[in-house]
């Protein structure tokens, strides 16, 4: 793997824990901005119109959502996020129902009662879910899939294992993996994904749907490799998934890594040509910050937000309507600081560049919820 691209995933690893220098990158984002000739809206910038929202929580022309992690969804923070909800343009959630290896609910399946994977965040999943539809809200559930901390300790036969000391393989930061190849793995996934399913949720989105990108790489082991190559493992698993969740009328989404548009082998098992025809729904993470320094020709490609979106648009289109047409393409947009400090125009040419690109909707991702609320079109005045 290019060392270029090897230091990109790492910052993608490292973000989730890292705030960033948030200093770093000002002056060439104020230049940068002078030379885009004005393209952002005014910051506060609102319309009206429209909430774009579907009765009951169906399926919105234009899904436009926010993150929900599992410690907002128990907690009065989602009062906030379902303000937004009714009073701006955002009319879908993606909320958490497993992270990190446990359940945000109390799941009845049986591995995950084994192993102690669940917790009672939310008490009633289905209930939860109706409230979220009476509301309008397209309910959109997220499951963190082979990145694990529960489930490889619980189970090392069902780990990616450190070849130097037999016991689950950690990240830099010190999570676990499941192993892709293992069936069982696979299918634990599956069932968890069927009850937020049969929960009512109209969504499953797979995150970490992939190989490990950080750690000491040279000590995984995966013991026998049940596909031919990374990238079929994760396919077979998308096909498998899909093919359990659409008899359910549920629509089958994926998070994969901004770099798959521009290389088609970063060495994680994503590649979008065989990931795309067992999906619905592709979302790309295409945050500016993550990208390595000459990604489609920007030394700083964190301050040009709108070009590296537009771009990334452009690849992920090309790749994954060739052999899925009728594909949707959701991106997931930067609303954080990393590298520097991310203000409203920076989040507002994310979405304008995603709408210059023909994409209707978008998701916007804050680890902790908060939103640049000066960004969403106000609704109904």
């Known amino acids: 793997m290019p060392m270029m691209l090897t230091a990109a995933l790492l910052a993608v690893a490292l973000v989730s824990g890292c705030g960033g220098d948030q200093d770093s990158g000002q002056g060439a984002r104020e230049e940068a901005r002078a030379a885009q000739g004005g393209q952002e809206k005014p910051r506060g910038a ?51 129902v497993k992270d990190a290896g446990v359940t945000t609910y109390p799941s009845e399946v049986p591995l995950a009662q084994e192993i102690g994977a669940t917790s009672d965040r939310i008490p009633d999943l289905a209930a939860f879910v109706r409230g979220l539809k009476e509301k309008g809200v397209y309910p959109i559930a997220r499951l963190a899939v082979f990145q694990d901390d529960v489930l490889p300790h619980a189970r090392p036969d069902l780990a990616a294992i450190d070849a130097t000391t037999g016991e689950p393989w950690l990240t830099y930061q010190g999570a676990a993996w499941a192993n892709p190849y293992r069936e069982e793995a696979q299918r634990y996934n599956v069932e968890i994904a069927k009850e937020a399913a049969a929960a009512g949720f109209e969504e499953v989105q797979f995150d970490y749907v992939r190989f490990p990108s950080d750690g000491e790489m040279v000590n995984l082991a995966y013991g026998e490799e049940t596909a031919p190559t990374q990238e079929d493992a994760i396919a077979g698993f998308l096909e498998y998934a899909h093919g359990e969740l659409e008899p359910m009328g549920v629509e089958v989404s994926a998070d994969v890594f901004g770099l798959v548009g521009m290389n088609d082998y970063v060495g994680v098992g994503q590649v979008v040509s065989k990931m795309a025809p067992h999906l619905d729904v592709l979302c790309p993470m295409v945050y500016p910050s993550h990208y390595p320094p000459g990604a489609y020709g920007y030394d700083n490609p964190d301050v040009y937000p709108y070009e590296i979106v537009d771009l990334a648009m452009a690849d992920f289109g090309t790749k994954a309507r060739a052999v899925n047409p009728g594909i949707e393409i959701r991106p997931w947009l930067q609303d954080f600081d990393y590298l520097s400090e991310y203000e409203p125009a920076d989040v507002e040419a994310q979405m304008k560049a995603t ?24 609704v109904n005045g």
């Open 46 to 96: 609102t319309t009206g119109g429209e909430t774009g929202m579907a009765e009951g929580g169906e399926k919105p022309e234009a899904v436009k959502a926010l993150y929900v992690p599992g410690f907002v969804a128990e907690g009065e923070g989602l009062d906030g996020v379902l303000r937004l909800a009714e009073e701006t343009e955002v009319n879908a959630l993606v909320v958490d």
């Open 355 to 378: 709408e210059e690109a023909g994409l209707k909707g978008w998701i916007l991702w804050n680890a902790n919820a908060e939103y640049t609320t000066e960004v969403l079109k106000k």
